[in-house]
């Protein structure tokens, strides 16, 4: 064995690194779509699990990305500039949200959200101390907080409580211990959105508690029928919080790797600190284009309106055929409980012990991919970024969906 297998940090496995069995979630998905299409080479495999846009940014931005480009200024490392980008997001915060901030000191780009994300926890996370979270959602801070020695305590996402964490439900030796808490709205995976009076609860929650808040808004822009919403809308939060914001999902700028945390000055500082120690920047000429795209609000409007329209097709095709779906307020995800069981007409029975179960045979049976979560209850998750060029392929998708699933029978 070579020695290389024992330098190897604890926070990855140490000397075990490599050998585990466990095979995650998506990896689990992956293999079972590739089985699925080698199974069934004729049969088009139907993917609703990808979280991702399936269209290109706007022809404006690649045009201005593709100028940007060709200015010798533009060549040189970003760092934590530049200024055009920075003004940019302070003028989309005032148009979107009424929030003033200033782009000196209280916005810093960032490489896309979950960069920031991971550079967070090394502002605020020493060995022993807490990052709260929510369950299911998405786990970056709280990856990074586990490699730097801290721990994480999950607060469920549950119907009851409309996808909102229970903040009373931390106990008081976490709370003693926690240097931030993270919520994500419009949340992935469930598609609630966060209402006003929430973000002003969250607010004096952590002031009373003195903890950080990061406020995940990456899917903020995609608002459906309401003005979407922003935790600085609410008195004082500037006081203890961080925004983060993304144009990969409402710009259809996966790729580009650009976005801004924003917010309390100080943390905006230790982040700017920390990240100028982690990358020198994203490239210029995308921050250029990014300004671009920032200036025009209508882009995230027309891309909202999309998914709106898909996520009525989805909904309709899915309660035809009796499950309980609920169109989300904003987002591209649509999160509903999995059946307990399916019944062919045939008299063939399928029985799903969880969420996971059900997406397999989802994949395995009828070539259609999705997104299982058991965290806090069965479910699974639709995206409404499936590949769909045409209204007309909108509808033959969703027709199709409903084909393959229309000679069952569930159970829930």
Not at 267 to 296: M, W
Request: charged share 25%; glycine share 6%; aromatic share 10%.
């Amino acid at each position: 064995m070579s020695y290389l297998q024992n330098l190897f940090a604890e926070r990855i496995g140490g000397a075990n690194y490599g050998k585990a069995t466990e095979i995650y979630k998506f990896e689990k998905i992956k293999r079972a779509k590739r089985a699925a299409i080698a199974a069934n080479p004729d049969v088009e495999l139907i993917d609703m699990g990808v979280g991702e846009p399936d269209q290109m940014a706007f022809a404006e931005v690649v045009e201005r990305l593709c100028a940007a480009a060709k200015k010798p200024e533009n060549r040189g490392y970003a760092d934590n500039g530049g200024k055009m980008f920075k003004a940019a997001a302070a003028q989309y915060m005032r148009e979107i949200f009424g929030v003033n901030l200033d782009p000196e000191t209280q916005i810093v780009h960032s490489m896309g959200s979950k960069a920031a994300l991971s550079i967070l926890p090394n502002c605020l996370i020493n060995e022993g101390d807490f990052a709260i979270m929510t369950t299911p959602g998405y786990p970056v801070f709280g990856t990074h907080t586990k490699y730097l020695g801290g721990k994480v305590f999950n607060l469920p996402l549950t119907p009851e409580n409309n996808f909102l964490p229970d903040l009373d439900a931390v106990p008081q030796e976490v709370l003693r211990k926690a240097k931030a808490i993270v919520v994500n709205y419009p949340n992935n995976p469930t598609g609630a959105c966060a209402t006003l009076e929430f973000f002003c609860r969250l607010v004096k929650w952590a002031k009373k508690n003195e903890i950080a808040v990061i406020s995940d808004a990456a899917y903020s822009a995609l608002s459906f029928d309401e003005k979407p919403v922003s935790i600085f809308q609410v008195e004082g939060a500037q006081d203890v919080a961080v925004e983060l914001h993304s144009l990969s999902k409402s710009h259809n700028m996966t790729g580009w790797r650009i976005g801004w945390v924003c917010g309390n000055p100080l943390l905006v500082k230790a982040y700017a600190d920390v990240k100028d120690n982690t990358d020198s920047g994203q490239f210029l000429a995308i921050q250029e284009a990014a300004s671009a795209a920032l200036e025009n609000t209508s882009i995230p409007r027309k891309i909202a309106q999309k998914y709106s329209r898909r996520m009525d097709m989805l909904i309709r095709a899915l309660n035809g055929l009796g499950f309980d779906a609920k169109k989300p307020k904003a987002g591209f995800f649509l999160y509903f409980k999995a059946p307990k069981s399916a019944r062919e007409k045939s008299g063939k029975a399928f029985d799903f012990a969880s969420a996971e179960d059900f997406s397999q045979w989802l994949i395995k049976e009828n070539l259609i991919s999705s997104v299982p979560w058991d965290d806090a209850g069965a479910y699974v998750r639709f995206s409404a970024t499936f590949s769909a060029p045409t209204l007309a392929d909108e509808e033959k998708t969703i027709n199709e969906i409903c084909a393959r699933l229309s000679r069952f029978q569930f159970q829930f």
